[in-house]
């Protein structure tokens, strides 16, 4: 495919001109913004989690056990598939960054409710090294491990500069799929159940991150810095509820 022809079938560069085209000093800004607000979110959703349980710590020890259970997993998944498609279209369309900002703060704190129950469940369990006396929470391990797949995946990309935009139908099918299996698992249990559900939601998760990082590259317009972190943000956030999963399966009570 020619070069006019990729910009003729990119709806990204419908209404400016993509972060690829654009010149280097401003795709760099463009990609500075990018990361710098997916930080500033992840900052505020921690911020929002310590206030929780900060302030309504003992309320929570006394409402989270009979919150629990797949509600919440269909509510975390559910708001992840439309984030997803709300900042797919906002990357095809002329949002304003008002608009922008607002969906990303609207979601950050969402995402710190559907967050709280397996948080809390979290801080009930402690990690210990294999071969070693030494006791972690397992949030803390949760979230280095997030850090370092996200890093090596983001990594993976900027170095090769591949495309993985080919991922998005793929990642669609695949995730209404998984929100098929979350609903009726309300009526057939187990299907959730055990590390299979979490590892494949962790593969989805950073099959995610490959497709929101490679559109940074070469989909996106340098003015979408916004859309574009709220997009990486959802994926993130994703890729941590499920490790956390996976760490609290091999974690034990304090």
């Given at each position: 495919?020619?070069?006019?022809?990729?910009?003729?079938?990119?709806?990204?560069?419908?209404?400016?001109?993509?972060?690829?085209?654009?010149?280097?000093?401003?795709?760099?800004?463009?990609?500075?913004?990018?990361?710098?607000?997916?930080?500033?979110?992840?900052?505020?959703?921690?911020?929002?989690?310590?206030i929780y349980f900060g302030v309504f710590g003992?309320?929570?020890?006394?409402?989270?056990?009979?919150?629990?259970?797949?509600?919440?997993?269909?509510?975390?998944?559910?708001?992840?598939?439309?984030?997803?498609?709300?900042?797919?279209?906002?990357?095809?369309?002329?949002?304003?960054?008002?608009?922008?900002?607002?969906?990303?703060?609207?979601?950050?704190?969402?995402?710190?409710?559907?967050?709280?129950?397996?948080?809390?469940?979290?801080?009930?369990?402690?990690?210990?090294?294999?071969?070693?006396?030494?006791?972690?929470?397992?949030i803390l391990v949760a979230a280095v491990l997030?850090?370092?797949?996200?890093?090596?995946?983001?990594?993976?990309?900027?170095?090769?500069?591949?495309?993985?935009?080919?991922?998005?139908?793929?990642?669609?099918?695949?995730?209404?799929?998984?929100?098929?299996?979350?609903?009726?698992?309300?009526?057939?249990?187990?299907?959730?159940?055990?590390?299979?559900?979490?590892?494949?939601?962790?593969?989805?998760?950073?099959?995610?991150?490959?497709?929101?990082?490679?559109?940074?590259?070469?989909?996106?317009?340098?003015?979408?810095?916004?859309?574009?972190?709220?997009?990486?943000?959802?994926?993130?956030?994703?890729?941590?509820?499920?490790?956390?999963?996976?760490?609290?399966?091999?974690?034990?009570?304090?």
């Amino acid at each position: 495919m020619s070069q006019g022809d990729f910009q003729a079938n990119n709806p990204y560069a419908t209404f400016g001109q993509i972060a690829a085209d654009a010149p280097a000093a401003e795709r760099l800004a463009f990609i500075k913004r990018t990361y710098i607000h997916l930080m500033l979110a992840v900052y505020a959703l921690v911020t929002l989690e310590f206030i929780y349980f900060g302030v309504f710590g003992e309320a929570m020890e006394r409402w989270m056990p009979q919150l629990l259970g797949s509600f919440w997993i269909l509510i975390m998944f559910g708001g992840f598939m439309i984030t997803g498609w709300i900042a797919e279209n906002w990357a095809q369309s002329e949002a304003s960054v008002n608009k922008q900002y607002m969906g990303l703060g609207l979601y950050v704190f969402a995402q710190s409710i559907f967050l709280a129950p397996l948080l809390w469940i979290a801080n009930h369990y402690v990690t210990t090294i294999p071969g070693m006396n030494i006791e972690f929470n397992p949030i803390l391990v949760a979230a280095v491990l997030t850090f370092f797949v996200f890093a090596g995946l983001t990594a993976g990309v900027f170095f090769s500069k591949a495309d993985f935009s080919f991922l998005g139908p793929i990642l669609g099918i695949a995730s209404m799929i998984v929100f098929g299996v979350i609903i009726a698992s309300f009526f057939f249990q187990g299907l959730t159940s055990g590390l299979i559900f979490p590892i494949a939601l962790v593969v989805l998760a950073s099959g995610y991150i490959l497709y929101d990082t490679s559109n940074v590259l070469h989909h996106y317009r340098t003015t979408q810095h916004v859309a574009a972190s709220l997009a990486l943000f959802a994926s993130v956030a994703l890729l941590f509820w499920y490790i956390l999963r996976i760490v609290i399966a091999f974690s034990s009570r304090d």
